[in-house]
């Protein structure tokens, strides 16, 4: 069993259009996470969500949009598309512990999003 | 913002041989994972070690928080080992936003 799956693996769209990536966990975590891997491998995190409450937001454009159904589900949401969107995204989750520090994060196999 | 440093940026081995893998951070912290990215992409948690020692298989991490440090040892490499292993770390003062280092990349040859 996936513990956490994203659909699409791959993406390929044109500069202009409004994509989706779906993200999600089977293994009844809290907090959900969004993050966005460069071409130079550098990882940053874009997004969480806890309890489906947005407790973090990087500085990135307004463009993107986190959507959480429910509490198993963190769908990013991308409008006009431009070409420096062009990374892997990746989806974590992570159980919260009483101190809000955060025990291990497990993520999705990442969505290949290439923008033309 | 706390700094993550990871060295060295590269390391090439021969099968077989062991490695250390350095991550210093600048600032106190709540947590610490090490990662492995394959080089097929998939991120793969390998330890979660804010402090201590632990060890999976031919793998082992420590964790010194008070010195701001943690390593990663490899054994007896194999060419799976390949890819980009990841430090991340959760300052104190963070709501939920880990910081990645820029990863060390592992080359082994057979």
């Known amino acids: 069993d996936t513990a956490v799956s994203q659909t699409p693996k791959y993406l390929v769209t044109q500069m202009g259009n409004d994509k989706s990536i779906k993200c999600e966990q089977n293994?009844?975590?809290?907090?959900m996470y969004w993050y966005k891997q460069d071409s130079k491998k550098f990882l940053k995190i874009m997004f969480s969500y806890n309890n489906k409450e947005l407790i973090i937001n990087e500085t990135v454009p307004n463009r993107f949009s986190p959507k959480s159904p429910d509490k198993a589900h963190l769908n990013l949401h991308i409008n006009s598309l431009e070409l420096g969107d062009s990374a892997v995204y990746f989806c974590?989750?992570?159980?919260?512990?009483?101190?809000?520090?955060?025990?291990?994060?497990?993520f999705g196999p990442g969505t290949r999003l290439t923008v033309t | 913002g706390i700094q993550v440093e990871q060295s060295p940026p590269d390391l090439i081995l021969q099968e077989g041989a062991n490695s250390t893998l350095r991550c210093n951070f600048s600032d106190s912290v709540n947590n610490l994972q090490w990662f492995h990215q394959n080089p097929w992409g998939q991120l793969i948690n390998l330890f979660y070690i804010p402090s201590g020692t632990k060890q999976n298989g031919r793998l082992s991490a420590t964790t010194v928080a008070t010195e701001r440090y943690s390593l990663l040892y490899i054994s007896s490499s194999q060419t799976t080992d390949s890819g980009v292993y990841f430090c991340?770390?959760?300052?104190?003062?963070?709501?939920?936003?880990?910081?990645f280092g820029a990863g060390t990349r592992l080359t082994v040859k057979p």
């Open positions: 991340a770390v959760l300052p104190l003062d963070s709501n939920n936003d880990m910081r």
């Open positions: 974590a989750s992570s159980q919260a512990n009483f101190r809000d520090s955060l025990l291990p994060q497990y």
């Open positions: 293994l009844g975590h809290d907090t």
